[in-house]
């Protein structure tokens, strides 16, 4: 699995006076499909100061069982179910549809969903491929297949059983310092496993997983029946290793400071001797291409030189590998069942693989999002939820603006900066303003592992038409059935795809208040992200450039290494601790993005009292339903995982963000002395 941070692209994976509040409320009957608060999920044998999270969701933590083919359970997986189902059905139906399009999705679906056809072709269709590696014969010819295999928004999480694992990774995006032109960005890949800790943490646990991986080498090696599996993959782990060695870790490749490089052309000579980069860049489709974002350079260095340097037998086997490994999804079951043992059952604790509807539902929409998202949004997101989200960003905005305007801390000349930064902050709300345009994509029914390359190729291709034309400020980066929010700080843009927009997220059943406390929270979240550590490097128009104050940066640092601290602090598992500088831009965006949400709140009541529901006050509603949409119960192998490679700390510290907001401590009562209390002066204000 290729370890890819995308520059600069921040997701979610989600005035009345109030006076105090008690924090015991009475219970009014409600029935199990009432839309709402789930008070039976809670244990309010819990104080609220003590634990929130598990004040919300404790009755749901103790009776919940993860589902077998899931590393975790939580709201996130509930919508994501459901949504598969609507889509599975909505696919389906597509099959037999005239229109061009809408054909296309349904026969990448049924191609998928043909065991018996993909079983008896075996590995002829992938056999092209392994000729081809067979066929280098020296450096020249291992840069050309190099090139010729690099893919476009390369992101393992965009599919279940579809990753890429090339040498390096693409993203054309706006230039960090011309938001005006796009610019192909290059990035570290090359690995199998999910960081570089995997390799090089000389843990008993990392060491027992690294033995596993090479099994898995070696198995997926014997599958395809190539001589002395065992041996090879020993090589393959070896020049895997190298090539971690020579990344970039987490949270350096998170900090755009040292992201931003830029080099022409001809610096890939100079800086990164070992690869042949005519023969690299001319096979990629960038032969043309004179200037380049380099995300992490010295890891392009250090792998570049690798391919001088290493064996190109070796390089034949890893290539070998990952091309079986790439495809295993849509090759014979035995190949896409030993890929989950390792990625899925040793890796994240899943038990069972996730039936091939499922898969196929996820696989449809990587190489056909945006179609399958027109089916999507025409059956599940009418005019009038958009309408009610669509008011949600207004007071969110307005709400946020209102909070820069009374920081005392922030000079006027940064407010004014900020100000007119979130005055042009575009907001997506569904789905995209223009649609893209598939015909160009050949879906041929019955070719599940044609159509899978096609259409990665047919991405590629899509990318690489942006360079020299002008920047589409209006295109996502998430398809409308993605279970997701995303933040785009060069383009200065937010994405709210339609499928996060439901409960327990979102839904116009209930007071609108649940709805500011949970996916009210998610949009100011996003909002944040603008200004958070990452984010608040980029102007208005997205050019990354410092529009602060010495002093007002300052504060805002001092601020930021607080919040490090206190994340620091929480430990999910006794030798593992949240890395607080890792998430911090997650964390920076929870705090004022939770806050905003309350003030939008207000300002939708317009004066009037927050209605009562279901025994809580309206306070109260909001802060539980803000807790419950983060409820999650993870598998210990995928919550390591997370805290080890993800900027996104475990949800029940992003619930317990409401120890940082004053109203929080009046509307349940929170007094000194309760394990989450901190006393004001302690309670992190960013923005």
Do not use: C
Not at 24 to 43: R, Y
Not at 297 to 307: E, K, Y
Not at 575 to 603: F, M, W
Request: proline share 6%.
């Amino acid at each position: 699995m290729t370890t890819l941070a995308r520059p600069v692209a921040f997701t979610f994976l989600i005035v009345l006076s109030r006076g105090p509040q008690s924090g015991v409320f009475a219970e009014t009957p409600v029935s199990p499909a009432s839309p709402g608060i789930d008070l039976a999920g809670m244990d309010r044998s819990v104080a609220p100061g003590d634990d929130f999270s598990r004040y919300a969701n404790g009755t749901w933590l103790k009776t919940t069982e993860i589902p077998a083919d899931r590393p975790s359970a939580g709201s996130d997986v509930i919508v994501a179910e459901l949504t598969s189902q609507r889509t599975a059905d909505l696919i389906k139906e597509a099959a037999q549809s005239t229109a061009p399009e809408a054909r296309k999705v349904g026969d990448y679906y049924a191609s998928y969903m043909d065991e018996a056809g993909i079983e008896a072709r075996g590995l002829r269709p992938l056999q092209p491929t392994l000729d081809r590696i067979a066929a280098i014969t020296d450096r020249k010819g291992l840069a050309r297949y190099l090139g010729g295999t690099l893919l476009a928004d390369v992101d393992a999480l965009n599919a279940t059983d579809m990753y890429t694992d090339n040498i390096f990774g693409l993203w054309v995006a706006q230039d960090l310092n011309d938001p005006a032109r796009y610019l192909p960005f290059l990035m570290q890949g090359g690995l199998d496993m999910p960081d570089r800790a995997y390799y090089l943490d000389p843990s008993p646990r990392m060491e027992t997983i690294r033995g596993k991986f090479k099994d898995h080498v070696g198995t997926v090696l014997g599958l395809a029946k190539v001589e002395g599996a065992r041996d090879r993959a020993g090589r393959i782990y070896d020049l895997e290793r190298k090539v971690a060695e020579a990344h970039w870790s987490r949270e350096d490749s998170g900090d755009v400071k040292k992201a931003n490089n830029q080099w022409t052309r001809d610096q890939f000579d100079a800086s990164a001797p070992g690869m042949d980069w005519s023969e690299y860049f001319r096979a990629a489709g960038l032969g043309a291409a004179r200037d380049f974002g380099v995300w992490q350079p010295s890891a392009v260095t250090g792998i570049s030189a690798l391919v001088a340097s290493e064996p190109i037998e070796v390089w034949k086997d890893d290539l070998t590998f990952h091309a079986i490994e790439h495809f295993a999804a849509v090759l014979p079951e035995a190949f896409g069942q030993e890929r989950f043992a390792f990625h899925g059952t040793v890796l994240t604790g899943t038990p069972e693989r996730r039936d091939r509807w499922k898969r196929a539902v996820d696989a449809t929409s990587f190489a056909l999002g945006e179609a399958v998202g027109q089916l999507y949004v025409k059956e599940y997101f009418p005019p009038a939820a958009k309408a009610r989200v669509e008011a949600m960003v207004a007071n969110l905005l307005a709400a946020f603006g209102r909070r820069i305007d009374a920081l005392d801390w922030m000079s006027p000349a940064t407010k004014a900066r900020a100000k007119a930064k979130l005055a042009v902050l575009k907001v997506g709300v569904g789905y995209p303003d223009r649609w893209i345009d598939y015909s160009g994509l050949d879906v041929v029914r019955g070719d599940a592992f044609g159509n899978a390359d096609r259409a990665e190729r047919f991405e590629l291709a899509r990318n690489l038409r942006k360079l020299g034309k002008p920047v589409d400020r209006s295109e996502w980066v998430m398809t409308p059935q993605t279970v997701n929010a995303v933040n785009l700080p060069v383009m200065n843009a937010l994405n709210f795809p339609a499928a996060i927009l439901q409960p327990p997220y979102f839904d116009p059943g209930r007071p609108v208040v649940m709805d500011y406390g949970a996916i009210g929270a998610v949009i100011g979240h996003e909002i944040s992200h603008s200004f958070d550590d990452s984010g608040s490097l980029f102007d208005d128009t997205g050019r990354f450039q410092n529009w602060w104050t010495d002093e007002d940066r300052a504060h805002f640092e001092a601020a930021s290494a607080r919040l490090v601290k206190q994340f620091d602090a929480y430990k999910p598992f006794p030798d593992v601790s949240v890395n607080g500088k890792q998430t911090l831009g997650e964390n920076i965006a929870d705090v004022p993005g939770l806050a905003a949400s309350y003030d939008a709140d207000r300002l939708s009541l317009g004066g009037k009292p927050a209605p009562l529901g279901q025994g809580p006050t309206g306070d109260q509603q909001f802060f539980i339903s803000f807790a419950q949409s983060w409820r999650a119960k993870t598998r210990e192998p995928a919550l390591r995982q997370q805290i080890l490679g993800d900027g996104h700390s475990p949800n029940e510290y992003r619930a317990d963000t409401v120890r940082n907001l004053d109203h929080w401590y009046e509307a349940f009562d929170v007094k000194a002395g309760q394990a989450l209390y901190l006393a004001p002066a302690d309670r992190i204000r960013v923005w």
